[in-house]
């Protein structure tokens, strides 16, 4: 790979100073945070499955990071990126990476499933592609009460091949909600290529079998993907226009990080995606506007730098959360008293849904 | 008291909660223009609309996906699956999905959903429209499962689901859908959580849900005229499960039969005599004892569908041998003149 040719789209050169070094500080904070995260994961601090952005961060800081406060976010589990690229706290998301009850999840959820209620990012997902309807069942929610703004849906290149993506897409399409898809095509699903696992491996091509705008974007660059993604949100919010978007990138690093990434492709292919670094690219693109200069560089990457140690030193600091809460949120403990006729011939928890009654040896 | 039938209960519950809460809408196949499948929803969309009644094409993963993710923004579907039996290409959606929501992420989200469908067997619908999974969504923590085995069940523990802030599943059965019952007018609401005792007894207790406590009923009729006094709980909710119901019963009464219309093996009646056996070890006159579907797929052939199928006969004897072995019968304690 690839013998795909990314359809180059005019990136919006009409984008603020201010919003360009945004881009940028985005992209590197998601590159370094994952960095980090890596060593950390290896260190034993972070447990189960961890998959980093690494060499997607222009798909993330070009798509997330053109979402409005009226809009809505669903991701797959690849989403360490995702969160930060709403804004949300790196402590909170290194803080659920080591099971924190200062995480995002409260610990209860890890890697795969952040999420940040209040930027409106829904999760983090474990099924691949099961997100889709999910998210389309929040654009009917915002069609059904006639609020503002789109719902964007994250999937991988391998999620175009199961049956929620069809389902979700059609039905998104029939009932004229607002939403976007967009493919992050980084050509493996774990180590099965596009070629071998698509028919059509120009995966934007599925969306003209829903009637909707459907089109790829070079992955590697942020600018393009930000056009390409504002352009489809407005069609989605305002003439409750679905589409499909499909950026070509690369992860560098393996499917998670117990995945070296090496013996489904070539060495060559790694080297000459990472010739084309998104960050590299942006930078030097910001520098030759006279927007970026190695001062403005610096101070950006140590910022960074203390923003992601800060959010180690946190997580490290926080307390775990309590077994005396094994129980708690399996269900609304507002309705706790539905459970509490339970008791008879050996519970297993039920009498403890309000988080505040573990006793009687249940564990 | 109006006396409806379980079909016309369900539909008042519907109508009612939807006159009640504007965020509560019906998402499933046919159930607009169509009228429902089984005429459940009949009558809705002509007064609420499309908006409110969501005709859906027959992609259950989808539109269950939807229902999620419109609860975790706020509103209350109720998703109808036309029967049990296809609920299965949905159920990553419920499983995996609605019940892992609120505790995936911490209690930030919730997914107030509903899932209404039918199961059971008969009618020679054969193996691929003839199950009973309730067992399965029981198993799961984070879902409720209920099982409404009258008319007034039936609209009280609806609008319970309706208003309950988890993912309900709401079984119904397409037996009983013209079985008539008294329903209470009005704000008529039936916790979830709580078993009824639609038969008071003494010497025998028979667990079951839904078109199960029909035919318990109907042998518990059987058994008085013989003088034996059977009591039936009728479990209504079965997660949660109300246990001091069953207990208490089973104390009074010492002898126990779960029966089930689905298969028996790791099922509800599994659940119960567990849970039985261990609350009530020394106060048993003789062993749990469980009827349900045989374990085959349902045949096609009325002789073999009879022979697969809980009835009536199976649940007498099934009873009987409760009763012998626990030496009542052989003792002569009871007698048909007693």
Redesign the interface.
């Known amino acids: 790979m690839s013998t795909i040719a990314p359809s180059r789209t005019t990136p919006d050169l009409h984008v603020s100073d201010e919003e360009l070094r945004r881009l940028y500080r985005m992209m590197v904070q998601i590159r370094r945070f994952e960095e980090r995260t890596e060593e950390q994961y290896t260190r034993d601090r972070i447990g189960g499955y961890c998959h980093l952005n690494i060499g997607e961060e222009a798909t993330v800081a070009g798509t997330v990071g053109s979402l409005t406060s009226d809009d809505?976010l669903?991701g797959g589990y690849r989403d360490h990126g995702l969160s930060l690229a709403v804004g949300g706290s790196p402590r909170a998301v290194m803080a659920e990476l080591f099971g924190k009850e200062t995480?995002?999840?409260?610990?209860?959820?890890g890697s795969m499933?952040l999420?940040d209620?209040k930027r409106h990012f829904?999760?983090?997902?474990?099924?691949v592609g099961?997100q889709?309807?999910?998210?389309?069942?929040?654009?009917?929610?915002?069609d059904?009460?006639g609020r503002p703004g789109a719902v964007m849906c994250l999937f991988g290149d391998a999620a175009v091949n199961i049956?929620?993506f069809h389902?979700?897409l059609?039905?998104a399409a029939?009932?004229n909600l607002p939403c976007v898809f967009v493919i992050t095509n980084n050509l493996y699903g774990m180590g099965t290529s596009v070629e071998m696992a698509s028919a059509e491996p120009d995966l934007w091509k599925r969306g003209q079998a829903y009637r909707m705008p459907s089109e790829r974007v070079d992955g590697q660059d942020v600018l393009a993907v930000r056009e390409a993604t504002q352009r489809l949100l407005r069609l989605a919010r305002e003439e409750r226009q679905p589409a499909l978007l499909e950026c070509l990138t690369y992860r560098y690093r393996g499917h998670s990080v117990a995945d070296p990434g090496k013996s489904y492709r070539p060495q060559e292919e790694i080297d000459r995606w990472r010739d084309r670094d998104p960050i590299v690219l942006f930078e030097q693109t910001l520098r030759t506007r006279g927007i970026l200069d190695d001062a403005a560089v610096e101070a950006v990457r140590a910022e960074v730098e203390a923003e992601v140690q800060d959010a180690i030193d946190y997580a490290l600091a926080s307390p775990d959360p309590d077994p005396k809460d094994l129980y708690?949120?399996?269900?609304?403990p507002?309705?706790a008293?539905?459970?509490?006729?339970?008791?008879?011939?050996?519970p297993f928890g039920?009498l403890s849904i309000r988080g505040t009654n573990w006793a009687n040896g249940e564990a | 008291m109006p006396e409806l039938t379980y079909r016309e209960a369900l539909r008042q519950a519907l109508r009612e909660e939807m006159l009640r809460d504007p965020s509560v809408y019906v998402i499933g196949e046919e159930v607009g223009r169509f009228e429902g499948p089984y005429k459940v929803t009949q009558g809705l969309f002509k007064e609420f609309g499309p908006r409110r009644v969501k005709e859906a094409p027959i992609a259950e993963e989808g539109f269950m996906g939807i229902g999620v993710g419109s609860a975790m923004l706020g509103l209350r579907p109720v998703v109808e699956i036309m029967t049990l039996n296809f609920i299965l290409v949905a159920i990553d959606m419920v499983i995996n999905h609605a019940a892992k929501v609120r505790y995936m992420f911490g209690g930030q989200l919730k997914v107030p959903m509903v899932i209404r469908t039918p199961g059971g067997s008969g009618k020679q619908l054969t193996a691929q429209h003839s199950q009973s999974f309730e067992g399965w969504f029981a198993n799961t923590p984070g879902l409720k499962v209920v099982a409404p085995s009258n008319p007034a069940d039936a609209k009280g523990l609806l609008k319970s689901a309706i208003r309950d802030d988890d993912p309900v599943l709401f079984l119904e059965n397409l037996t009983i859908y013209n079985q008539r019952g008294e329903v209470p007018d009005g704000d008529y609401v039936v916790p979830i959580g709580l078993a009824a005792v639609p038969r008071v007894g003494t010497d025998l207790t028979i667990v079951s849900h839904s078109y199960a406590t029909v035919r318990a009923l109907q042998v518990a009729e059987r058994f008085a005229e013989e003088g034996i006094s059977v009591e039936v709980v009728d479990l209504r909710s079965l997660r949660p499960l109300d246990m001091e119901t069953v207990v208490k019963s089973v104390r009074k009464t010492h002898r126990v039969l779960c029966v089930e219309e689905g298969w028996p093996t790791y099922g509800v009646s599994a659940e119960i005599a567990a849970r039985v056996s261990k609350a009530c070890f020394a106060e048993l006159d003789a062993p749990v004892e469980r009827v349900g579907g045989a374990e085959v797929s349902m045949p096609y052939a009325r002789p073999l569908e009879n022979a697969a199928q809980v009835n009536n006969e199976k649940i007498y004897a099934a009873a009987r041998s409760v009763l012998a072995e626990s030496g009542m019968l052989k003792r002569g304690i009871l007698t048909a003149n007693r």
Request: proline share 2%; hydrophobic share 45%.
């Open positions: 809505y669903f995480g995002q999840a409260h610990g209860r959820g499933h999420l209620v829904l999760g983090g997902w474990g099924i099961a889709i309807p999910l998210a389309v069942g929040a654009a009917f929610a915002l059904y009460e049956g929620a389902e979700g059609n039905l029939i009932w708690l949120h399996i269900y609304d507002k309705g008293s539905d459970f509490d006729r339970m008791g008879e011939g050996a039920e």
